[in-house]
């Protein structure tokens, strides 16, 4: 198994109620961005309206929308939800 | 002592006078300024859009930086709870249209700025003709469906945008639609579902947060006006600031979409829409009334709830805002148990206490009467459906309960 950490902000963090950060454990054969939020969803229903509205984030660069990409335990993740209020 | 008309002798190449000189001396020998970046911001026209948290330190900052005009949108009036954060508004403004208010700060501040305000909902009919008479946009609302708009019209117009947004201890900044820069759509081309978005009169948010975001908002509005091509403008970036965590983030973004609805390729988007519409929510961060979510037979009104009261009819009054809240306020003999905790296996067995060995009716209570329907359903969801008669929410929450029943009670 293989560890991913995610930072979590705003709306996501509120949600989730576990701090600043998440880890997920993905099985090696399945390391991918997909495959995080799959596993995000499952273990954090209440996330998912949410999640869908997300920009993720591997190392400082936002991922295209519906890019899937390969990660490793190396790898931050980060989910940044967009911040309306002022 | 020489005559004071040998100024232009003195001075080439520009036309500041002694007094500009003087008073933006520090900014001038700033590196990357000098006269040239000085008389460019004079030149310049920055319209700011929304006069609240973000608005006030932007519109202070331009201003005192010597910015030439500053032109200022929002509808709302200076209330006594946004001094707090909105730092261009004062005590004695409480009630003048916020737009009027900041410009009065910023004439006693720069009288050599020119404001032009516009006390009113910016809305598809109005943003255009608006945003036509200025070089700049800084995003400085509060709501979802703005800043679609804003974003929207800005791409239409070609002007760039300096965008910035905060909520608790956080904040994101960033530019768009900036030297072929992506827009906001590029970003979030799908608008979050309205009861996912937190407001900050619900989550809250600190002064020195809407000052930090603000303040940047002002700074890129200044490297944008320089036009400087070293100046690093922050574009194609989102800047993330953590307030609690000290930490800020700054991540990349892929350049503009092909596939943007407004910026793309091939736009469909070639005209202003109905953002409320798209976003499902108003141009607007206040709450106003929560609809009724919940079957009529859950809602009992707060005047109900008052005759309840002076009956004396047994009954469990269980609070469901978060516990900070509950601390600030709360009616005599209520219980608490956050939204968040109410489903969880502790919570539900001290409601079924309630419901069933006591048979007591449950009235759940939150600030507006809306989580308090939330609340009923997840509770319908874990109890017997021969208790569901006894819950009810109350409609409106504590604010129909100061606004209907006690005046005295602690609004916030």
Redesign the interface.
Known sequence: MTIIKCLL???VK??I?KG?YIEIELPDTECTTNNLLKHINEQYPQVK??L??C?L?IN??????DEDRVIQSTDEV?I??????? | MQDSSNIASYTQNHSLDNKEIERYGRQLITPDIGVQGQMLLKAAKVLIVGAGGLGCPVALYLAAAGVGMLGIVDYDTVEIGNLHRQIGHRESSTGVPKCESLAAQIKELNSLVETKTFNTVFTSDTAIDIIKQFDIVVDASDNVATRYLVSDACVLTKKPLVSGSALKWEGQVTVYNYNNGPCYRCLFPVPPPAETVTRCSDGGVLGPIVGVIGSLQALETIKIINNNPQNGVLSGRLMIYDGLAAVFRTVRIRSKQASCQVCGDNPTITQLIDYTQFCRSNYSESAGKVEDRVEKEKILTVDQYNDILKSSTKHILLDVRPKNQFEICSLPNSFNIPIEDIDKEDSIEKINVWVKDDQLPVYLLCRRGNKSQDAVESICKKIDSKFHSQLKHIKDGLLGWAESIDPSFPIY
């Open positions: 902000f705003a709306k509120e949600v109620n600043e309206d949410v869908s509205t920009l984030a400082l660069e936002f991922l295209k929308r980060a940044i939800p967009p911040v309306s209020g002022g």
